[in-house]
Nanobody
Framework: QVQVAESGGGLVQRGGSLRLSCTAS????????MGWFRQAPGKEREGVSC????????HYADSVKDRFTASRDSAKNTLYLEMNDLKPEDTAIYYC??????????????????WGQGTQVTVSS
């Protein structure tokens, strides 16, 4: 049974920073490109980043480029999302899942796709 767990969310002020983590049991992150996604109330899910299997290339959504940095630690089977210069529009529940870059966007992957409960990020103005 696969279990995915995101953590690290919280309440921060505009311009602040957070570091999200994602771990899994029963799923080897190294087997897939892995991404971060977010969903704000009343909005569709948005792909934020997609890091390749080797960890040397990441595709970012335009809305977070130059502010967010994704990384992966194979030894710990853990993904990270370093978020800087946070804005109120970054407020959402953040999830990690397998991904693929599709044109300029990030989409959920077609294999190894499992969703956790997410972690809430709230940015106050």
């Amino acid at each position: 049974q696969v279990q995915v767990a995101e953590s690290g969310g919280g309440l921060v002020q505009r311009g602040g920073s957070l570091r999200l983590s994602c771990t899994a049991s029963g799923l080897n992150f190294d087997d897939y490109p892995m991404g971060w996604f977010r969903q704000a109330p009343g909005k569709e899910r948005e792909g934020v980043s997609c890091i390749n299997r080797s960890g040397d290339y990441t595709h970012y959504a335009d809305s977070v480029k130059d502010r967010f940095t994704a990384s992966r630690d194979s030894a710990k089977n853990t993904l990270y999302l370093e978020m800087n210069d946070l804005k109120p529009e970054d407020t959402a529940i953040y999830y990690c899942a397998s991904c693929m870059a599709y044109g300029s966007s990030v989409r959920p992957g077609t294999r190894g796709l499992y969703w956790g409960q997410g972690t809430q990020v709230t940015v106050s103005s």
